[in-house]
Nanobody, 124 residues
């Protein structure tokens, strides 16, 4: 069982930066691939970024490549999402998710554990 808690979301101006954090409970964090998803108002939840168990491999949606960076600290049971050059279209609730699979896939149903989400609002 893994419990996830996101933090760091807030209102920011376009072009600004934020760092989201997702803290996980339990001592088996390093056994899970982790991902960030987001859900914008009126839209379905979508994959943003994923990271392997060791942190050596990362994956991104095309819409965020070059602007968002995922990382993890297994000693702190935490995964991060550094968000730079933010755009109004990045406005969404951001969720972290954990999966016991070997690689971070892009489909929601592959993830067993989810946080409650943290809201990011980017003003133009």
């Amino acid at each position: 069982q893994v419990q996830l808690a996101e933090s760091g979301g807030q209102l920011v101006q376009a072009g600004g930066s934020l760092r989201l954090s997702c803290a996980a409970s339990g001592r088996t964090f390093s056994r899970y691939v982790m991902a960030w998803f987001r859900q914008a108002p009126g839209k379905e939840r979508e994959f943003v970024s994923g990271i392997s168990r060791s942190g050596d491999s990362t994956y991104y949606a095309d819409s965020v490549k070059g602007r968002l960076t995922i990382s993890r600290d297994n000693a702190k049971n935490t995964v991060y999402l550094q968000m730079n050059s933010l755009k109004p279209e990045d406005t969404a609730v951001y969720y972290c998710a954990a999966s016991g699979l070997l690689v971070p896939l892009r489909q929601e149903y592959e993830y067993t554990y989810w946080g409650q989400g943290t809201r990011v609002t980017v003003s133009s």
